[in-house]
């Protein structure tokens, strides 16, 4: 009988579950325009939001410096404070490195990118197939075709909005998400019924600090990604090229196992080109070792070190994470997939530790039963 009851219960649940799907389906049919424009909608409020929330993360450092160490229990004059801090660091890093290192970047590809695009011409000359492929690849990247296409004029107003919407949203968010966190913490609990506010305050917690983690470790490891890789580039004869790649490589850590590799593919493709390098031509081989021992140092060393066993999830996971979520939000998706999946990780723990601990309660009943029992047969 219980076996039966089960058994209904499930199909009422994949009844519910099948109807939910059949209901989003029509909806699609019949209002698929107006779920399109939704989504982009949303996306332009999760785009800033998720930037200011990711800075919030890498200032929480500081505000807990501030209010624990240095004794300033004003949040709104810490937030005051904050924020001026990071705009005078954000122009300062604008105005010198980012400047110096876009200086570079005009001239790379003025100066050298003709020069490494000869040298895989007459590499893959002999390889029909590669060469063909190449050669379209480049047709279609032409400035002549690209102004030759059809221009989507309400495509590119909708992109200049969305970045418009994005500069002046992300300081309004940040502003508000460091001067109330605690108030939109409590809203959050509030919103949760009484009987699931326990979990909801656990959930929460480990939640903060999964993302915590990921974010301060992710800016620490890319910051000493960035620094490593341009100092080896600098001993390897690079020269004024070395802060470029070695930033690239950092920025493109972003994106784990994967990003690495995107970020070396410049630096490679000119080591080609330049035979002054040290190591002459197994420069390229030198430098795809360099990123395969770095990411190994920081996928099996530091990441555990700096964020956490929460963090520390299968490749497989991460890159399966990386398509589903990129799918669904973009760049965003990309960017908070491995934090969405620890959280959905530590969640599932957390309801697996609870179901633990409520059959080791009924086991420990029971036991406690038998032993009542086996006392008043004696």
């Known amino acids: 009988m219980q076996k039966n009851a089960k058994l209904i219960r499930w199909l009422m649940y994949l009844g519910i579950i099948a109807l939910v799907l059949v209901i989003f389906y029509l909806s699609n049919l019949l209002f698929g325009n107006f779920f399109t424009r939704f989504g982009k909608a949303a996306n332009s409020i999760i785009l800033p939001f998720s930037i200011a929330l990711f800075l919030s ?12 160490k240095l004794k300033f229990k004003f949040r709104f004059l810490n ?11 954000l122009f300062l890093f604008g105005r010198y490195a980012f400047s110096l290192i876009y200086e570079q970047g005009v001239a790379f590809f003025q100066n050298d990118w003709p020069n ?5 011409e007459v590499t893959i000359e002999d390889y029909a197939f590669l060469y063909n492929l190449y050669d379209r690849t480049i ?5 002549d075709n690209l102004l030759d296409s059809d221009l989507d004029l309400f495509g590119v107003f909708e992109s200049v909005t969305t970045v418009v919407i994005t500069i002046v949203l992300v300081p309004v968010f940040l502003f508000f998400i460091l001067n109330d966190t605690n108030k939109i913490y409590d809203a959050t609990i509030m919103i949760v019924p009484k009987k699931f506010q326990k979990h909801a305050v656990e959930l929460l917690s480990r939640a ?3 993302v915590e983690q990921y974010f301060n470790g992710r800016f620490a ?5 960035a620094i490593m890789f341009t100092i080896m580039f600098f001993i390897l004869g690079f020269r004024e ?33 330049d035979e002054t390098l040290m190591f002459g031509a197994y420069a390229p081989l030198v430098i795809t070792i360099a990123v395969v021992v770095g990411q190994m140092i920081q996928n099996n060393v530091a990441q555990p070190l700096i964020m956490g066993k929460e963090t520390k999830l299968h490749p497989m996971l991460v890159l399966s994470a990386f398509v589903f979520f990129g799918y669904l939000f973009g760049v965003v998706g990309i960017i908070l997939a491995i934090p969405i999946t620890g959280m959905i990780r530590t969640s599932v723990k957390y309801f697996t530790e609870l179901n633990e601990e409520k059959l080791q309660k ?10 009542d029992v086996q006392s008043e047969s004696d």
Request: hydrophobic residues 55%; charged residues 20%; aromatic residues 14%.
């Open 362 to 371: 009924q086991k420990e009943e029971v036991k406690k039963i038998r032993e």
């Open 57 to 68: 993360y890498l200032l929480a450092p500081v505000f807990k410096l501030l209010e624990r």
């Open 208 to 210: 903060n600090r999964v």
């Open 79 to 89: 937030t005051v404070i904050i924020f001026l801090g990071t705009s005078l660091v």
């Open 221 to 225: 490891t890319m910051f000493v990604m």
């Open 241 to 273: 090229r070395s802060l470029l790649f070695g930033f690239m490589l950092g920025f493109f850590d972003i994106v784990p196992y994967v990003g690495p590799f995107i970020g070396m593919l410049l630096p490679v493709l000119y080591s080609l080109t």
């Open 139 to 143: 047709n279609l990247l032409t400035l």
């Open 116 to 120: 490494v695009k000869d040298t895989i």
